[in-house]
């Protein structure tokens, strides 16, 4: 069990009988006090999605969560799930489309670098890589000559998301996309 102060971000940690990652970590010295600083700690929920605030005291003790990380293909939709595969023993892992509606934008079968987050056995996340590739599906008629800093114009990707591009994109092309910010970070290698 590490004290408050040892905890860092993007670690589970187990609190009030729940599972959270925490996302960022603030530390402050309150003035007028011995001794102690106070660390705030922004954590989501892995199953609800749910953000909390708590602080606590440097030499608090946290409980670290049973969270294990599988690397991952996507396989097929059965009804509302998405099967994925675990890429080092095949396991299958469903996951409800409404609980990663938000990821479920950024990838296809061709996505590499996906990753299912475990609780207790439990698929309950998706973790993306940073930039995937996607194709273009739809986009007005590129500009020849357009430079990379002029307009941009909205995309339809291959997996339904909607996105700016630069002007001189046309439709078919591959694209990386932060998925993070959910913006265009430049063209696919070839």
């Given amino acids: 069990m590490p004290k408050a102060s040892?905890?860092?971000?993007?670690?589970?940690?187990?609190?009030?009988?729940?599972?959270?990652i925490v996302r960022d970590i603030e530390r402050s010295v309150p003035q007028g006090r011995a001794g102690g600083s106070l660390y705030r700690m922004r954590m989501y929920d892995v199953v609800t999605g749910r953000k909390i605030d708590e602080t606590f005291k440097d030499s608090e003790?946290?409980?670290?969560a049973d969270l294990i990380r599988r690397p991952a293909m996507f396989s097929y939709m059965d009804g509302d799930d998405f099967v994925?595969?675990?890429?080092?023993?095949?396991?299958?892992?469903?996951?409800?489309?409404?609980?990663?509606?938000?990821?479920?934008?950024?990838?296809?079968?061709?996505?590499a670098g996906i990753q299912v987050v475990l609780?207790?056995?439990?698929?309950?996340?998706?973790?993306?890589?940073?930039v995937v590739e996607l194709t273009v599906t739809e986009t007005d008629p590129s500009i020849k000559g357009a430079s990379a800093t002029s307009r941009t114009k909205p995309a339809l990707l291959s997996t339904g998301?909607?996105?700016?591009?630069?002007?001189?994109?046309?439709?078919?092309?591959?694209?990386?996309?932060?998925?993070?910010?959910?913006?265009?970070?430049?063209?696919?290698?070839?």
């Fill in 61 to 64: 003790m946290l409980n670290l």
């Fill in 84 to 111: 994925f595969m675990d890429q080092e023993d095949y396991t299958p892992y469903n996951l409800n489309k409404e609980a990663i509606a938000d990821e479920a934008l950024f990838f296809n079968e061709e996505t």
């Fill in 119 to 130: 609780v207790n056995d439990a698929p309950v996340a998706l973790e993306l890589p940073q």
């Fill in 6 to 20: 040892e905890i860092k971000r993007n670690t589970a940690v187990d609190y009030d009988g729940k599972t959270y």
């Fill in 161 to 190: 998301a909607t996105i700016q591009v630069p002007e001189y994109i046309g439709t078919n092309d591959r694209i990386r996309v932060n998925v993070e910010e959910r913006k265009f970070s430049g063209r696919a290698e070839k």
